[in-house]
């Protein structure tokens, strides 16, 4: 395969000379990134294959355990993710350097690195390999991750540069963790005002803690102009009713109320407050970036013009109305 792999190198090494290029551009003018990293890795990847050991895998190479999630609101059977587990009770000092290096890997090409799934390293949910669902039945259950040397070793290595993803059913001991060691959260407005108890919801801005990350949208959100337009009337009449309370006046349509939106996520206590550029543009949900569940249709939206300066010149407002700029 002398070939195919040198192809490959050569690829890898002409993206890391233009990503290179483009990273020093953007530091010259104040612009970070910040890179991603899910959880777990693929079977087939080469992380698996060059180090088996630190997988939940049978002599035969297969795998005993893989990921999921339990049964919830969304899904009466779980979630059957599929990928290897790790495993931490027998390799949790070589997993721990193994870790270090891939956000080593990652922060080489960016700024700021958000961990996917972060409450899979506090406990996961184990299910066996042969499993048809992630339900009990099936023999899935709960188990503990790496313990508090792993996030020791990761905080000192990158201190402020990790952003924990702490959506969905959290539990006291992922939230113990990361006030303990100072992991930032996601704050996503689109989660904020639904059902009658609104008012107490930990997504509303008034609520974000300063250690934490305001987004309007994720990019397994509709844009906030496409979640606006399929947004019922009591999470409707939820987010006016907000909006008085802030005394902001209730624009009448929805692109008027998208642009609150980002105002209320700009207006954020939270560190650090993220606008989709599709958001920015003002578009509807034909430039949804991704739906979780679907196969196909994902990842398709690009940006291929500038702003109008319309938006440009509203954004700069916003921006220094919050005192972003």
Known sequence: HADRIEHLKLLQFLFAEQWSGL????????????????????????????????????????????SGVPPDFFSATGQLWGTPLYDWSARGAALTA???????????????????????????????????????????????????????ALAAAFPGALIAEDLGEITPDVVEVMSRFAFP????????????????????????????????????????????????????????????????????DDAGLAWEVLRLTLGSPAQT???????????????????????SGNWGWRMIAAASEDAALRLRALTRESGRA
Do not use: C
């Not at 551009?25 to 080469?46: L, Q």
């Not at 891939?102 to 799934?117: E, F, G, N, P, S």
């Open 23 to 66: 990273r020093a551009h953007a530091r010259a003018r104040g612009i970070e990134f910040i890179g991603d990293v899910p959880i777990y890795v693929a079977y087939d990847s080469a992380d698996v294959w060059a180090h088996r050991d630190h997988f939940q895998l049978g002599g035969d190479g297969n795998a005993l355990h893989v």
């Open 98 to 152: 193994w870790w270090l290096d891939r956000l080593r890997a990652v922060r080489d090409l960016t700024d700021k690195v958000r961990i996917d799934h972060f409450r899979g390293l506090v406990r996961y949910w184990k299910v066996p390999a042969h499993a048809k669902t992630a339900k009990p039945e099936d023999g899935a259950h709960w188990a503990d991750g790496p313990g508090e040397g792993f996030f020791h």
């Open 185 to 252: 959260g996601m704050k996503v407005l689109q989660f904020a005002f639904g059902g009658e108890k609104f008012w107490e919801s930990g997504y509303l801005p008034d609520k974000h803690p300063a250690s934490s990350v305001a987004y309007t949208g994720t990019h397994d959100n509709d844009t906030t102009l496409g979640w606006l337009s399929a947004m019922g009337a009591p999470e409707r009449e939820n987010l006016r009713a907000y909006l008085r309370s802030r005394q902001i006046p209730v624009p009448a």
């Open 273 to 295: 407050a993220i606008l989709p550029m599709q958001d920015v543009l003002g578009l509807g949900g034909e430039a949804r970036m991704n739906t979780p569940g679907t196969a």
